[in-house]
């Protein structure tokens, strides 16, 4: 009975691709065995035919596949908020975020909705940093640095989260429904630390 509650739930998951011909593919077909949720594609007109392999998919699952296309590499920030937009305007009830590379694995997306559903979270984040989590074929450099960077804006923003720079998340609608998407500029590490943070001040 609780499962069927939490797949009613109506939910997106944003993929913004550049250049991710190899892992498209298998990527939705594991999102996709999930059963739960919706994927939209922003793509940042692939040179190697990503947008190509996401209209096919598009037409091979219609009811669960959407695609967006952008001119050129306008950045992960900006596809994440025209994800957010879309799912908005599209009534999404939860909105998920993930890389396409399989850097976040798709099997923790019921975990996230769940999370949603049942603990009442308005935002949900998949840690690199807890004790199960990690960071495959990182150099010791870029993890570091990922952990400076976390620390770093921890201490400057009074924010109790160990990892303010991941990109794994889920949130509840009424969370996206206050963020300011017409006023967020950063990017990079620093789009996902201040949608944290704003998420953190707007449940204040």
Known sequence: ???????RMKTLVIVPTYNEADNLRPLVKEILRLS?????????????????????????????????????KLGL????????????????DV???????????????PTFL?????????VVIGSRYTEDGETKNWPRLRRWMSQGGSLYARL?????LRDLTGGFKAFHRRA???????????TGYAFQVEVNYLCHKGSG
């Not at 009975?1 to 797949?7: A, E, N, P, S």
């Not at 769940?114 to 308005?122: F, G, L, N, T, W």
């Not at 996206?176 to 950063?186: G, M, S, T």
Request: hydrophobic residues 40%.
């Open 156 to 160: 400057v923003l009074g924010m109790d």
């Open 1 to 7: 009975m609780r499962r069927d509650k939490v797949r």
């Open 77 to 92: 920030a900006s596809a994440y908020i025209t994800g957010f937009r879309f799912a908005l305007a599209m009534n999404y």
């Open 36 to 72: 739960e949720f919706n994927i939209l594609v922003v793509d940042d007109n692939s040179p190697d035919g990503t947008g190509e392999i996401a209209e096919e998919l598009k037409a091979e699952h219609p009811e669960h596949v959407y695609v967006l296309h952008r001119p050129g």
């Open 114 to 122: 769940k999370m949603v559903r049942y603990a009442h979270a308005d």
């Open 176 to 186: 996206l429904e206050k963020l300011p998407l017409d006023k967020i500029q950063a």
């Open 95 to 109: 909105v998920c975020q993930m890389d396409a590379d399989f850097s976040h694995s798709p099997d923790y997306l």
